[in-house]
């Protein structure tokens, strides 16, 4: 009889498999684990090596890894989450196209009961997200604040400095850290009179650039050099990350004949770290994909096994309905003197690249 019923358990598979060969569907082992991965585009430099890197890591472990890519278009990942979850996901991986526009999925998430890890850019307005890995961006702006007051040396300034912002997206959570954090550390010597803001655009809001935009953040530093600089010097331009910094940049070469001013960045691009090779760009911080991939498996790993997982903030980030327990990694930065040593020896780029 338990022979029987074994023949019959067997058959019952086998027809099972070849139903799902019939349908196209894949019948799911329950021993592998599926980790999906939903990114705004594969068309944006960073996403795309991250992710790739992230599934390598992933696969090396023994998980199924599926990435959705969404074209930049909010609708098309809340479909490609809710596929993904459809598939049965055992953990999503999410960088949102816009923070606080998923509801739909996460609210599918909420109801599948899968884990959602929210990847450097903060997903807000859900009580969906799980764990929240990235680096301390607070500590991004006081690293560009404080780059700017060790090279002015504003402690012994015998000389006011003009000074300029271009923060980031407003609808990128991490871009009022990054503002905030370099403020807080200038404060001192904005209010002593030492660096003084001609533009009079002073608050996050007057300096955001939607979507972090080149083209977006040239006409508006165009426009300030235009009303503001046409018989004086910019001392230091102190934008949130490099394609800001490149359209500030780009601003400078067509319309500005003074002084060369300090331009902070972030995030290394290929581009802006040969243009600190060549001096329109001062410095960049780096935030070494590598520790926050490392963090990001890690999480899997311990939420797939049921173990506490590893955090070190759980105060900082409120999304507007929890606060997130998150995992932070530490930046450094890189300038003319070091970012060749720093961003080959990591592996971020060859010194083919760099030349």
């Known amino acids: 009889m338990k022979n029987e019923t074994l023949k019959i358990l067997k058959l019952i598979f086998m027809v099972m498999i070849l139903l799902g060969a019939l349908s196209g569907c894949k019948i799911k082992d329950p021993d592998v684990k599926i980790i999906g991965i939903s990114a705004p585009s594969n068309d944006i430099q960073r996403w795309a090596v991250e992710t790739i890197q992230m599934k390598n890591r992933l696969e090396e472990k023994g998980y199924e890894v599926i990435i959705q890519y969404a074209s930049s278009d909010v609708s098309m990942q809340i479909s490609q989450i809710e596929n993904l979850i459809g598939k049965d996901a055992d953990v999503l991986i999410v960088i949102p196209v816009e923070a606080a526009s998923l509801g739909e999925a996460m609210d599918m998430a909420i109801e599948h009961k899968i884990p959602i890890i929210s990847y450097d850019m903060l997903i807000t307005n859900t009580d969906a997200v799980s764990y929240y890995t990235t ?91 235009a009303s503001y600089y046409n018989n004086q010097d910019v001392d230091i331009w102190l934008a949130s990350n490099d394609t800001t910094a490149l359209g500030v940049s780009s601003a ?33 911080v780096f935030k070494d994909p590598a520790m926050l991939i490392d963090a990001t498996v890690n999480m899997i790993d311990e939420i797939i096994l049921n173990k506490p997982v590893s955090v070190n903030d759980t105060s900082t980030y409120f999304n507007g309905i929890k606060t997130v327990p998150s995992y932070l990694c530490e930046p450094t930065y890189v300038d003319k003197d070091n970012c060749f040593e720093v961003l080959t020896s990591s592996g971020f780029y060859t010194p083919e690249q760099l030349k």
């Open 135 to 225: 680096f301390d961006n607070y500590k991004v702006g006081t690293i560009q604040g404080q780059y700017v007051r060790d090279k002015l040396d504003l402690d012994h300034a015998d000389r006011t400095y003009n000074i300029e912002f271009t923060a980031g997206d407003p609808g990128d959570n991490n871009a009022g850290f990054f503002y905030k954090g370099a403020v807080d550390v200038l404060k001192p010597y904005l209010d002593s009179g030492v660096l003084k803001i001609i533009s009079g655009q002073d608050s996050f809001g007057k300096c955001a650039t939607p979507s972090w935009n080149t083209e977006k953040a040239q006409q508006r530093a165009e426009n300030i050099l």
């Open 252 to 284: 400078l070469a067509t319309s500005y004949k003074g002084n060369y001013p300090i331009i902070t960045g972030q995030d290394c691009t290929l581009i802006n770290v040969r243009n600190i090779l060549n001096g329109k760009q001062a410095m960049s």
